[in-house]
């Protein structure tokens, strides 16, 4: 099921504005929403609280992602700070980087960052500053192997022609089928132009962050969900190692290419950035919580890789 969002066009104004808009107050069958302008707009709960800009800034987005821009990086010019924020204000009024106090808050933004540096790295052996120095250094996949063509799904998203649907994006897309879902989603014709995703970044950043927020199935939990508080285990989900928090949107977002594994370096890899990140945007590592919270080692996934039901799978 589709979250209801609304189209990016809306959001087409300045970010200096955000910190000029001010505060609407209203109770709705007895309780409190605000609107906070362009950023957190249509009277919502989590509009009553920080929007995203009030506690990370284009200065900590630039030191977080700091070589993206160098001549040896894949998508010079292609990600920025406004680019994030103004994706961001269509999921801020649902909760996304709004919800709870401040430190949820920054946790949540700082995982959900985390996830894009990890997987648009190229750090890997390149240069200096390690991977936790060259996230957003990708916006496609460089060298796909194949054309992630289901025909499985040719009643429902098939394949446009000349379309090729490897890793694109934020959080990568791969598949007909995610990019048809995700582009009916949130009202952009992916399935005919999955290049859409390589071309324009807030539309990129959007594609993430509706990933974010998206249970894969109903009753399982968002990555939102797992680092909001809004997730509860079931007496089966704590019987298979699996709690929420970091370790909880691993599980979610990579299944068994990641969790269940041990202590394994792509699920390490991920971790360092987040913990890099938290240092960055001054939380502090020690918030991401014990072992069993922070890893997806133990966890059984949510949902084995039988099925491709991961749009970043």
């Known amino acids: 099921m589709c979250l209801l969002v609304l189209s990016i066009l809306f959001v087409i104004v300045s970010i200096a504005d955000a910190d000029t808009s001010p505060v609407l107050v209203k109770k709705v069958k007895g309780k409190k929403v605000c609107d906070q302008g362009w ?27 700091s070589k ?15 680019s994030f924020i103004t994706a961001s204000a269509i999921y801020q009024p649902l909760g996304f980087g709004t919800t709870g106090n401040k430190t949820t808050q920054m946790l949540e933004v700082a995982a959900f960052l985390a996830h894009v540096g990890s997987q648009t790295s190229c750090g890997y052996g390149v240069a200096t500053g390690g991977p936790t120095a060259w996230g957003l250094c990708y916006n496609k996949e460089m060298s796909p192997m194949q054309d992630y063509c289901d025909d499985n799904y040719k009643y429902t998203y098939p394949c446009a022609p000349g379309a090729l649907y490897f890793g694109r994006g934020a959080l990568p897309v791969f598949w007909n089928y995610n990019y048809g879902y995700i582009g009916d989603c949130i009202k952009a014709d992916l ?27 109903k009753g399982q939990p ?49 971790i360092t950035h987040y913990l890099y990140y938290l240092d960055l945007m001054g939380l502090g590592r020690e918030y991401a919580g014990p072992h069993e919270v922070l890893t997806c080692a133990e966890q059984k996934p949510f949902n084995p890789s039988t099925t491709k039901d991961s749009a970043s799978t």
Not at 194 to 205: G, K, S
Not at 238 to 258: D, H, K, Q, V, W
């Open 191 to 217: 399935l005919h132009h999955p290049e859409y995703l390589e071309q324009n970044a807030t539309l990129a950043f959007q594609a993430a962050i509706f990933q974010w927020i998206t249970p894969l199935k």
């Open 222 to 270: 968002s990555p939102h969900d797992c680092m909001v508080g809004t997730y509860k285990p079931t007496k089966n989900d704590t019987a298979s190692g699996r709690f929420p928090g970091f370790g909880c949107t691993m599980n979610i977002l990579y299944g068994e290419r990641t969790c269940n594994k041990g202590d394994v370096d792509d699920m390490n890899a991920i």
């Open 68 to 82: 993206r821009n160098t001549p040896i990086a894949h998508a010079v010019g292609f990600w920025d700070f406004k």
């Open 39 to 65: 950023e957190c707009k249509g009277w919502s709960q989590y509009c009553c609280n920080l929007t995203i800009s009030q506690y990370f800034d284009y200065y900590q987005f630039e030191n977080l992602f």
